[in-house]
Nanobody
Framework: QVWLVESGGGLVQAGGSLRLSCTASGRTFGHNPMGWFRQAPGKDREFVAA???????DYSDSVKGRFTISREDVKNVIYLQMNNLEPEDTGVYYCAARSASTKLYYRTGDYNYWGRGTQVTVSS
């Protein structure tokens, strides 16, 4: 079993920054693809960023150039650095992990494990 716990969310003004963290326990994550998703009220959960075990990354078009995903496998932690935040970035942010693979994954159904989420609110 794997547990993921997100932290770092909060309230920030537009143009500000936040760094989210996701700490994994139950097993090590040296070879597992990881991802961040978000869900705004009344909307489906959507892909934000993904990182492979070889540190290849990809982002949704809406956050590309503003968000950075990274990982510290020694600590079993991944991060999402969010800069120049916009009100449209508001939502609950979820960390996700899947079984070992060399690929990047973009769909919620591709991931086996999920955290409970952390709220990010960006005021205009």
């Amino acid at each position: 079993q794997v547990w993921l716990v997100e932290s770092g969310g909060g309230l920030v003004q537009a143009g500000g920054s936040l760094r989210l963290s996701c700490t994994a326990s139950g097993r090590t994550f040296g070879h597992n693809p990881m991802g961040w998703f978000r869900q705004a009220p009344g909307k489906d959960r959507e892909f934000v960023a993904a990182i492979s075990w070889t540190d290849t990354t990809d982002y949704s078009d809406s956050v590309k150039g503003r968000f950075t995903i990274s990982r510290e496998d020694v600590k079993n932690v991944i991060y999402l650095q969010m800069n120049n935040l916009e009100p449209e970035d508001t939502g609950v942010y979820y960390c996700a992990a899947r079984s070992a693979s060399t690929k990047l994954y973009y769909r919620t159904g591709d991931y086996n494990y999920w955290g409970r989420g952390t709220q990010v609110t960006v005021s205009s």
